[in-house]
């Protein structure tokens, strides 16, 4: 089609959105003891997951939440930090994006899985308006698995969202 916004809105495979960053741990970005700091491992997690999600959507991105995430093992000053993220599945205006956080001892030649994240990101035009984004088309077993994965999330936080204003709405 050649339609403007038809080709904007056609499916897309998770390869051509898939990113990978890189980031040396700095002493600003540890604890006392060199450990790198939850909140700043976060944000990179959102950055990473960000860039998967504008590269899928081709427009604005927001964070409309990150799931639950554990630290797995310290990360210290000097290392390197490698961050992969893909999109999971594309909803209707939201996606969900797995962002897989790994130390690479270059030394050694080996990486060591730190943390994962799943990220729901919304798309949005330049006056935050939210926007339709293409489906995603899952190729390998692995892609397969985390869309219907993603699928069976999605149900999980309605439901918890559903919870809470209950809970609210009773005191
Ligand atoms: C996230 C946000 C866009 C949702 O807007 P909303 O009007 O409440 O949401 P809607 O009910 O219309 O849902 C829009 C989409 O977001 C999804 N969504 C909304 N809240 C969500 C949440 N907490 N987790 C995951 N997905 C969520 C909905 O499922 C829907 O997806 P779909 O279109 O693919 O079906 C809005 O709350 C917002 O702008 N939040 C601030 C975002 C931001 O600034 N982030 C940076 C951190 S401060």
Redesign the pocket.
Known sequence: MTDGNHHHLAPRTVQESQSEMAEVVLPNDANPLGNLLGGRLMHLIDIAGAMAAHRHARSYV????MDHIDFLSPVHIGDLLILRSSVNR??????EIGVKCWVENYIAGTSRHVASAYL?F?A?DKH?H?Q??PQIIPETEEEKQRYEGAGRR?EI??EE?ERRRTLKKNG
């Open positions: 927001v964070t409309a939440s594309a909803f209707r205006t939201s996606m729901t919304v949005v935050g939210h339709p984004v999605r936080r309605k969202q």
